[in-house]
Nanobody, 123 residues
Framework: QVQLVDSGGGSVQAGGSLRLSCAAS????????MSWYRQTPAKQRESVAT???????NYADSVKGRFTISRDNAKNTVYLQMNSVKPEDTAVYYC?????????????????WGQGAQVTVSS
C-alpha cells in the first residue's frame, strides 16, 4: 500500500515564507513526476509546480520566481518552498506523485494524492 503525507501548512503574513513537505511511503519501486496542486472553494484544483525524476521543473505563471519545488529521491519526498507569499496563495495544497509500486509481486503504476495542507496568507 502506498501513502502520501503532506505537512508544513499553516498561517503566514503576506511577504513571508512557508515550506511544504510530502513524503511517500510503501512498497515503492520508482517515483516519476511529483507535483503540487492547490484548491480553493471558488476554483478548481490547479497545478502549481511539477518536478520530474530527473529534476526538471515547471511552474504556474502565478508562482514563478516565488515558489521552488524540489525532491529528495532517497527519502521519496517532495518539497515546495513558498517565498514572498500573497493572500491569493491561500488554498489547500495537495501533493501528487506518479509512481510505480509492487503489489502481489507485480509492478503497478498509478497516481496518488496527499491529504492536503491548508495555507493561509493574511494581508
Amino acid at each position: 500500500q502506498v501513502q502520501l503525507v503532506d505537512s508544513g501548512g499553516g498561517s503566514v503574513q503576506a511577504g513571508g515564507s512557508l515550506r511544504l513537505s510530502c513524503a511517500a511511503s510503501g512498497t515503492i519501486f520508482r517515483i516519476n513526476n511529483m507535483s503540487w496542486y492547490r484548491q480553493t472553494p471558488a476554483k478548481q484544483r490547479e497545478s502549481v509546480a511539477t518536478i520530474t525524476s530527473g529534476g526538471s521543473t515547471n511552474y504556474a505563471d502565478s508562482v514563478k520566481g516565488r515558489f521552488t519545488i524540489s525532491r529528495d529521491n532517497a527519502k521519496n519526498t517532495v518539497y515546495l518552498q513558498m517565498n514572498s507569499v500573497k493572500p491569493e496563495d491561500t488554498a489547500v495544497y495537495y501533493c501528487n506523485a506518479d509512481l510505480t509500486y509492487v503489489r502481489s509481486g507485480y509492478y503497478v503504476t498509478n497516481q496518488y494524492w496527499g491529504q492536503g495542507a491548508q495555507v493561509t496568507v493574511s494581508s
